[in-house]
Nanobody
Framework: QVQLVESGGGLVQAGGSLRLSCAASGSTFSINNIGWYRQAPGNQRSLVAIINSAGSTGYVDSVKGRFTISRDNAKNTVYLQMNSLKPEDTTLYYC?????????WGQGTQVTVSS
């Protein structure tokens, strides 16, 4: 079992920055990758950034150059550094841990970017 706790969301002006945190606990050894997702219209969750157990990262085109995903293995925590935020980045953000058997989702954290 894996538990994920997200934090770091909030209200920021356009051009500002936030750092989201995803703290994992439980059977963290079983995690193959952790991704950050955001909620789109229709309650669909789309991938924003992902990091795997080897430290390789990937990003959706709309956030490349602005967002950075990283991890602190000692803290079992994955971060999403969000810079140059835009109003269109406003939505709920979730982290998801993938294992060989199932996925685990965090509770979500709200990011609101004002213009």
């Amino acid at each position: 079992q894996v538990q994920l706790v997200e934090s770091g969301g909030g209200l920021v002006q356009a051009g500002g920055s936030l750092r989201l945190s995803c703290a994992a606990s439980g059977s963290t050894f079983s995690i193959n990758n952790i991704g950050w997702y955001r909620q789109a219209p229709g309650n669909q969750r789309s991938l924003v950034a992902i990091i795997n157990s080897a430290g390789s990262t990937g990003y959706v085109d709309s956030v490349k150059g602005r967002f950075t995903i990283s991890r602190d293995n000692a803290k079992n925590t994955v971060y999403l550094q969000m810079n140059s935020l835009k109003p269109e980045d406003t939505t709920l953000y979730y982290c998801k841990a993938s294992t060989n058997t199932r996925d685990y989702w965090g509770q979500g954290t709200q990011v609101t970017v004002s213009s």
